[in-house]
């Protein structure tokens, strides 16, 4: 009986060594893949960047955050606020300010959203809406034609669907209008 046992107990250890053997020869999986790191390379708080030509501003960009990206695109996640000079680098002729802002560095295209308020400063004209593009290269504003927008100016309120303008906000085009007030009327309205 003992004999049969330990003939028995040989078998089975034949065999989990067999299994040993087999799982030890087994080839490694290959390493973890890794995931590519595609958050920012790096973070400035209180940002002030001057964009100049011949040693005139022409764009002022200040925010608590900026965040550079690999590809080049640059994110103000606690928004930014963008001033606008005239040719010679001393007037502030538009504002550009919103929640938060990316620039797409391959398009030259500013994409700003949330509360986005656009301010030329000499016609005294404002615009408000919830996203823009602003296209560096092309020196134009413009939103989606879906997107609602709000134009002030001294004498009347403009409001409507899609808005195309050049970059200081002196020449505009609401695509598709749908109100037109005074500025009194717009007040007693509260629009």
Request: some cysteine; aromatic content about 8%.
């Amino acid at each position: 009986m003992v004999r049969a046992q330990l003939a028995r107990a040989g078998r089975w250890g034949a065999v989990l060594l067999a299994a040993g053997l087999l799982a030890a020869c087994k080839q490694e999986d290959e390493a973890p893949k890794l995931i590519p790191y595609t958050g920012p390379l790096l973070e400035t708080e209180n940002v002030r960047t001057i964009l100049s030509d011949s040693a005139r501003p022409h764009i002022r960009l200040a925010s608590p955050l900026e965040q550079r990206f690999e590809n080049g695109d640059l994110l103000y996640p606690k928004g930014a606020a963008l001033t606008f000079y005239d040719k010679l680098g001393k007037v502030i002729v538009n504002t550009i300010q919103a929640k938060w802002i990316k620039y797409d560095g391959n398009r030259q295209l500013y994409i700003a959203r949330g509360d986005v308020r656009v301010a030329n400063v000499p016609e005294q004209q404002k615009l408000n809406t919830e996203e823009l593009f602003y296209d560096r290269a092309k020196q134009k504003i413009y939103t989606d034609d879906k997107m609602f927008v709000r134009v002030e100016t001294p004498a009347e309120v403009l409001t409507g669907y899609g808005l195309k303008a050049n970059q200081d906000f002196s020449r505009y085009e609401i695509k598709h209008p749908v109100g037109d007030f005074t500025l009194d009327e717009a007040r007693s309205q509260g629009k």
